[in-house]
């Protein structure tokens, strides 16, 4: 059912020293920061030949980051996002299958404006999965 990966999310405490990485040290494209309040987090999109990495800072004072920078200093792997055709079929197939979906299970615009869910990490081999109508 999953399709193509879109992206890999990474938080990083500072954006500036995440894109400077990104951009002057792997010598990728980086976009100008977007802040993103509805989810608590400023974002920069590293566009790759074949996915985006996204690499997120939190904002604001309850940011669903803050935690997981907390456990992980130096920043890390977030999340990855992988593309479905029907986000609605999507979220009914993780329920048969047991998956637990995060919040109300109703999909919510993501950072590309489309509808995403997420899904519970102790579900799916210890990684946050967000699925993203494409
Ligand atoms: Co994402």
New binding site residues.
């Given amino acids: 059912m999953i399709g193509r990966l879109n ?1 890999v ?1 990474i938080a990083v405490r500072d954006l500036g020293v995440g894109t400077a990485i990104y951009r002057d040290t792997l010598g990728a494209a980086v976009s100008q920061p977007l802040p993103q309040p509805d989810h608590g987090v400023t974002v920069v999109f590293v566009e790759l030949p074949n996915t985006k990495i ?1 690499l997120l800072e939190p904002l604001g004072d309850n940011s669903p980051i803050a935690g997981f920078l907390e456990k992980n200093p130096s920043g890390g792997i977030h ?1 990855v ?1 992988y593309e479905v055709d029907d986000i609605y079929a999507a979220r009914d197939r993780m329920v048969q299958n047991g998956a637990r979906v995060l919040g109300d299970g109703e999909p919510r615009k ?2 590309h404006n489309k509808p ?1 869910l997420f899904l519970h990490p102790k579900d799916f081999c210890g990684t946050l999965v ?1 699925l993203e109508q494409a």
């Fill in positions: 992206h999310a996204e999340h996002c993501g950072a995403v967000e």
